[in-house]
């Protein structure tokens, strides 16, 4: 075996090592959400959030528009502070869109859905999406239902 | 009684010797690592044998373990109605866990063994006295070359037999149980962090492929000059090859992931 013949496949080798982690960055993981990152930051108050995490979908109609970037309690309002960053390109959301927490399949993975309201003015970085719909509590649902229950 | 303590403390101590020996010879073989800057070529003549020829059975074993992956997580998910998760259960399994761990301990039966080996020989043969009566430094002639070629290797390797066998788990899951295409690369897409599952597996192939690595010339370096200290040094570098990579994926695992 010839020093050059050795040197070539040691080249290709790297190469499939580079084009193997070059796909799990790519095909496997969501690095191509990181990459995109550019738009704005908008903030929500929910009264309650359920299990919502960072990093859970931003959806207009179903379609996914951007991703929840930080969660925090704000003592002053009592609420839970939730950030969202949307897509740059997504910039023709109203003021008064509707922000509200539902739950995806079975396994209950939570989102956020935007329901675009009818304002001109559309929302930039550091809004705020004032109205809002808490989480789908379960156990307040079945509360309510054995109280009118229990009235009647 | 006193001849069994005897013993144990006998047994200590040459742990430790061996220890400190150890890590006074990786010292040695850091210090000289520029030669691997300085003389690329060496560097790469090891990769071809220690990475190239690895790589066929790194790619086999990738393939057959990711389309276990898939018969055994479609299994279990169909029972949830939840098989268009595997896509994410087969990529997490294996970016996170099995592709470094099992890369190492293939790494470490086929080329490490080797490299032990080849140098105890090399020392049994009294090449490297030799090298050294000809003013060659046999650390960076013949034990760098191949300690950085395994450490570079190993990661390749790792990352190679992630991506064969996630296409493994797809051909068995989509091709042949019908789990939807699209919904096993988006789950899997979905699930799988860049920052928190990718890198940290390749962190810890890096940690591998050094331990690996560290232990393989160590062992050929340090062996007994004879034809059976050749055996017995090829045997424990596979042996404290696999607890090392074990152990170290333990604590990996937990610094990593732990604190959730």
Do not use: C
Not at chain 1, 24 to 50: H, P
Not at chain 2, 37 to 44: E, S
Not at chain 2, 212 to 227: H, L, N, Q, R
């Amino acid at each position: 075996m010839t020093t050059r013949t050795i040197e070539i496949t040691v080249g290709i080798f790297v190469a499939l090592g580079v084009a193997a982690l070059f796909m799990l960055a790519m095909q496997v993981s969501n690095i191509s959400e990181y990459r995109n990152s550019d738009g704005y930051t908008v903030s929500a108050y929910f009264t309650n959030i359920g299990g919502l995490k960072v990093r859970a979908p931003v959806t207009v109609s179903g379609v996914r528009v951007g991703r929840v970037t930080a969660i925090r309690y704000d003592p002053e309002r009592y609420q839970a502070r939730v950030e969202i960053t949307i897509g740059a390109a997504h910039d023709y959301l109203p003021t008064d869109t509707q922000a509200s927490i539902f739950t995806a399949g079975l396994l209950g993975e939570q989102y956020i859905a935007l329901e675009p309201g009818g304002e001109d003015e559309v929302l930039a970085q550091g809004g705020e999406i004032h109205y809002t719909q808490s989480a789908f509590v379960l156990e307040q649902i079945i509360g309510r239902i054995m109280v009118n229950m229990t009235t009647n | 009684m006193l001849g069994g303590l005897q013993k144990l403390g006998h047994w200590g101590l040459g742990v430790l010797e061996r220890l400190g020996r150890g890590h006074l010879f990786l010292f040695r073989v850091l210090m000289s690592l520029g030669t691997a800057v300085t003389r690329p070529r060496l560097v790469i003549k090891e990769l071809y044998s220690v990475g190239v020829l690895s790589l066929l059975i790194i790619a086999v074993s990738g393939l057959f373990v990711g389309m276990v992956l898939g018969y055994q997580g479609y299994i279990t998910l169909v029972n949830f109605g939840a098989e268009e998760a595997l896509g994410s259960v087969v990529a997490l399994s294996l970016v996170r866990e099995l592709g470094p761990v099992i890369t190492a301990l293939l790494f470490a039966g086929r080329a490490g063994s080797a490299l032990s080996a080849e140098i105890g020989l090399m020392k049994t043969t009294e090449q490297l006295s030799g090298m050294e009566m000809m003013a060659v430094d046999p650390v960076k002639r013949v034990i760098l070359p191949r300690f950085v070629a395994a450490f570079i290797s190993l990661p390749l390797l790792a990352a190679i037999f992630s991506a064969v066998a996630v296409m493994g788990g797809y051909f068995i899951g989509v091709g042949l149980l019908g789990v939807d295409g699209g919904s096993y690369w988006s789950q899997m897409q979905a699930n799988v962090d860049f920052y928190e599952d990718v890198m940290n597996g390749i962190i810890k192939s890096l940690v591998f492929g050094f331990v690996v690595a560290w232990i393989a010339v160590f062992e050929g370096y340090d062996t007994v000059p004879t034809s059976e200290g050749v055996s017995r040094s090829t045997t424990r570098t596979v042996v404290h090859s696999a607890l090392a990579v074990l152990a170290l994926d333990f604590i990996l695992t937990g610094l990593m992931f732990g604190d959730i």
